[in-house]
Every structure is written in C-alpha cells, then in structure tokens.
C-alpha cells in the first residue's frame, strides 16, 4: 500500500518512491503477482511467521525446524472467571519495585507440601506476585485453592510439556512452564524484578530485599548444587568474571535457575529471549539472549560471598493404593480424610488398593 509516497511491505520495510504513483496495466499485475508472491513466502517460511501468524492452541514442531527453540505451548489460565485477566489482588505498595516470583510445578505426592512451605515463604514477601505455572493440561483446582487462601496477589497458568520431550531420558521439566511465564509478563507487565524460583528451594527472606534493586541482571550464589555443593558466580573488583560451578558443560554463564534475576524492562529489549528444551542449558541459553554485556551483571550476596537460597530436595513419596478399612463406628472422619489424600495425589482409594485399618481406643 503506498503511505505518504512510500511503499510499506507486510515487515514494514519502505521502497522510496518519489511521488505518489498510480500502477496501470502490466505494472499493476506484476505488482499484484509480487505482493502475492511475498505473503505467501512470508507466512509459510517460519523463520519469517509471526508467534500470532501461527496456531497456538497446540504443541508442535515447526515446519523444518529442528531447534529445541521452536515448539509452541499450550497455555491455559485457571481463572475461570476472567481467563484472560489474572487472578490477584492489588499490591498497595506501588513504590516498591514488584517481585514477579515464576514457579513451575508438576503433580507428584509432595507437590501440595511444596507449595505450601513455598507460599507460607513468599507471603512475608511485600511487593510480590506469584506466577505459579503447571506442567499439565488444565489446572489442578486444590493448588488454586492454597493459591487463594495464602492471599499473595499470583497468576495461575497451565503449559504441559511438549509431548516429544516427555520420552527423552532426562526431560527438560520446567522449561514449558517458564516459556508461558515469559509469554504472559511480556503481555502484562512493563516493570519490575524477574525471578525464576523453583517449588522444592528454599528461601532466605533478604534473597528479595537483595534482588528487587536489580538495574539490570543480578547473579548470586545458590547452595547444595553439584559435587561443589554451591553454584556462584567468582567477583573481583565488583565485577562478575567467572562461575564456580562443578559442571561448566561448555555453558558461558554456568548458573542455577534460582541464581539470576532480571529487570523487567531489559527483558522487554529482547522480545525473543526464551528457554530452550534441552535438559541442563536452559538458563544459558536464555542468560546468552539477553546478556550482551557482561559488565551489566550486577553481583550480589556480598560480592557472591553469602547463600540466599539452597537447591533443596524433598525426598519423594510414592503414592500409594489404598483399601478403605471396615470402620467399627460409623460417620468418622475416615471418609473425609481418604477424599483428601487422594485430592492431594498422596493415595488412591481402591478395592484393590493394600488394606488398612483403624485402631480405635479400647475405652471408645
């Protein structure tokens, strides 16, 4: 189309045509042929096709792309009220930069416990919003319950891992989650802190005082990682030069997921920045995107001298199958306790489950 005497193609790009021009006979068809020519290559090639130009609702490999870049996720919002707004309640403070806190999470026995400690944690934390993301295909209602009752201003989202990933013998878990995190900050937000914290870490409280300053991204130790027992970032004159981690694998920031945060705003600057599906680089690959000058990172910890937060693990339970017991008083609380094991993923009632049973008191 021709605006103000230049041509704009569908990238925006301008061919100078010195005065407003009218295309008669064959110059009109061989300008309706290019035109036609040029959609046609712009929205099949998927170097070129937008994120919007492409279907969304599916998970899928990319027409001749082979990059673990390239899969789509599913995206689901469990408010069911407003799903295209998030569910929280107003942060009063509004001159205290927000915390934007991402935790994946996937159904396991302890997955409740974990959240539970983790959101008792982050409602001592002023200023923060929880973005809590689950690798399924629709939202478990008991984690938008505890979501709910915490009280802590959260978006809760849904993004299952692409099904091609699921077989690889270590799974890129988390990575889904946090692309969807991305997706929905870059839509939501403007400014703030980015922080990537896992549901089984532990937190020390000043970890969010020592991060909500951040100018641009900030590194900082995290303990209980690898045969070092730490993962940190090495400072020598206030400056980040290197990474004391036991397996550097080739990585140019050899980091925790739990050891970085950024500003929102820079995150804006590379609209493109994400995680890819490959077990161990995702925070290099996506540190590499937006990282365009080392002398921006900003070392905290006291120089990355002190542990703010640990990797810590929660032994896992299997969940088991369970036989009702025969009950010798009727209308206990039995019944109600055996709804909620298996609500919370901890037990299957069955027939056919192992038996068990109550002990009453004799004098009952």
Same mark, same amino acid.
């Given at each position: 189309?021709?605006?103000?005497?230049?041509?704009?193609?569908?990238?925006?790009?301008?061919?100078?045509?010195?005065?407003?021009?009218?295309?008669?006979?064959?110059?009109?068809?061989?300008?309706?042929?290019?035109? /036609?020519?040029?959609?046609?290559?712009?929205? &099949?090639?998927?170097?070129?096709?937008?994120?919007?130009?492409?279907?969304?609702?599916?998970?899928?490999?990319?027409?001749?792309?082979?990059?673990?870049?390239?899969?789509?996720?599913?995206?689901? %919002?469990?408010?069911?009220?407003?799903?295209?707004?998030?569910? +929280?309640?107003?942060?009063?403070?509004?001159?205290?930069?927000?915390?934007?806190?991402?935790?994946?999470?996937?159904?396991?026995?302890?997955?409740?416990?974990?959240? &539970?400690?983790?959101?008792?944690?982050?409602?001592? +934390?002023? /200023?923060?919003?929880?973005?809590?993301?689950?690798?399924? %295909?629709?939202?478990?209602?008991?984690?938008?319950?505890?979501?709910?009752?915490?009280?802590?201003?959260?978006?809760?989202?849904?993004?299952?891992?692409?099904?091609?990933?699921?077989?690889?013998?270590?799974?890129?878990?988390? +990575?889904?989650?946090?692309?969807?995190?991305?997706?929905?900050?870059?839509?939501?937000?403007?400014?703030?802190?980015?922080?990537?914290?896992?549901?089984?870490?532990?937190?020390?409280?000043?970890?969010?005082?020592?991060?909500?300053?951040?100018?641009?991204?900030?590194?900082?130790?995290?303990?209980?990682?690898?045969?070092?027992? =730490?993962?940190?970032?090495? =400072?020598?004159?206030?400056?980040?030069?290197?990474?004391?981690?036991?397996?550097?694998?080739?990585?140019?920031?050899? =980091?925790?997921?739990?050891?970085?945060?950024?500003?929102?705003?820079?995150?804006?600057?590379?609209?493109?920045?994400?995680?890819?599906?490959?077990?161990?680089?995702?925070?290099? %690959?996506?540190?590499?995107?937006?990282?365009?000058? /080392?002398?921006?990172?900003?070392?905290?910890?006291?120089?990355? &001298?002190?542990?703010?937060?640990?990797?810590?693990?929660?032994?896992?339970?299997?969940?088991?199958?369970?036989?009702?017991?025969?009950?010798?008083?009727?209308?206990?609380?039995?019944?109600?306790?055996?709804?909620?094991?298996?609500?919370?993923?901890?037990?299957?009632? %069955?027939?056919?489950?192992?038996?068990?049973?109550?002990?009453?008191?004799?004098? =009952?």
């Amino acid at each position: 189309m021709t605006t103000g005497g230049m041509l704009t193609g569908s990238h925006g790009c301008l061919v100078g045509i010195s005065k407003p021009t009218m295309f008669t006979g064959a110059s009109a068809m061989f300008l309706l042929i290019y035109l /036609a020519l040029w959609k046609y290559h712009d929205s &099949t090639n998927p170097l070129l096709a937008s994120a919007s130009s492409l279907p969304g609702d599916e998970s899928r490999l990319l027409p001749g792309a082979h990059s673990p870049h390239d899969f789509l996720e599913q995206v689901m %919002s469990c408010d069911l009220d407003e799903p295209e707004k998030e569910n +929280v309640m107003l942060i009063k403070n509004e001159s205290m930069p927000i915390i934007y806190f991402v935790t994946p999470t996937y159904a396991r026995s302890v997955q409740m416990a974990e959240l &539970t400690r983790l959101g008792q944690t982050l409602s001592s +934390v002023p /200023a923060l919003h929880w973005i809590l993301v689950e690798d399924a %295909s629709k939202c478990n209602p008991m984690v938008g319950q505890l979501l709910r009752r915490l009280g802590i201003p959260f978006t809760h989202l849904a993004s299952e891992m692409p099904a091609a990933y699921k077989k690889l013998k270590t799974p890129p878990r988390g +990575v889904s989650n946090r692309r969807a995190a991305l997706k929905w900050i870059r839509r939501n937000v403007k400014q703030g802190v980015l922080y990537f914290g896992d549901d089984d870490n532990s937190y020390d409280l000043r970890l969010f005082e020592e991060i909500r300053d951040t100018r641009n991204i900030s590194m900082f130790p995290v303990g209980l990682i690898g045969d070092y027992a =730490v993962s940190a970032p090495v =400072v020598h004159d206030g400056k980040v030069v290197g990474f004391y981690d036991s397996w550097p694998a080739g990585r140019r920031f050899a =980091v925790d997921m739990a050891g970085f945060a950024v500003n929102i705003q820079l995150l804006h600057q590379f609209p493109n920045a994400t995680f890819i599906y490959q077990a161990g680089f995702e925070e290099d %690959s996506f540190l590499q995107d937006i990282v365009t000058n /080392a002398d921006f990172i900003e070392a905290k910890a006291a120089n990355c &001298t002190e542990i703010l937060v640990w990797h810590t693990r929660t032994v896992q339970v299997p969940a088991v199958i369970l036989q009702p017991p025969t009950q010798t008083l009727t209308e206990t609380s039995i019944s109600g306790l055996l709804r909620r094991l298996d609500d919370l993923q901890l037990a299957t009632i %069955s027939s056919k489950g192992k038996p068990s049973s109550v002990h009453y008191l004799t004098d =009952v």
